[in-house]
């Protein structure tokens, strides 16, 4: 089992493939975290594994995180909507390549 720090905080890792999410307690032990849709926790979680720790933010593609969680990319944007809505993400835009904008989400803490 992790093992939770002094932030309250869990860290799980994949040894295979050094790829981490942190997971806060205080996010997810609410009653608003838990009425979210069980597809919007999960894609919650998969953007875990994109977020850097110094700027909580990530920009994976929606088709990369519908791949992930096995979901259709409309109900993977839904998700990212109710998670933009109750808190828990910003979602801006980010230039990627000087070609192009893509969607950078920011994880935010509900409670601020």
């Known amino acids: ?3 939770a720090d002094e932030n309250n905080s869990i860290e799980v890792k994949d040894g295979r493939k050094r790829q981490f999410g942190v ?3 205080n996010h997810i032990d ?3 975290f ?3 849709s ?3 926790r999960l894609v919650y979680f998969a953007l875990l594994t994109f977020v850097g ?3 909580q933010q990530a920009w994976p593609k929606v088709s990369r995180l519908a791949r992930m969680v096995g979901a259709s990319e ?3 944007w839904r998700a990212v909507k109710s998670l933009e809505s109750a808190g828990y993400l910003t979602i ?3 230039w990627y390549n000087r070609a192009r904008r893509v969607n950078l989400y920011t994880l935010t803490d509900p409670d601020e």
């Open 74 to 76: 409309r109900t993977v």
């Open 34 to 36: 838990r009425a979210l």
């Open 1 to 3: 089992m992790p093992a």
């Open 23 to 25: 997971v806060y307690r």
């Open 92 to 94: 801006g835009k980010k």
């Open 53 to 55: 720790r110094a700027d």
């Open 30 to 32: 609410r009653d608003d």
């Open 38 to 40: 069980p597809s919007t």
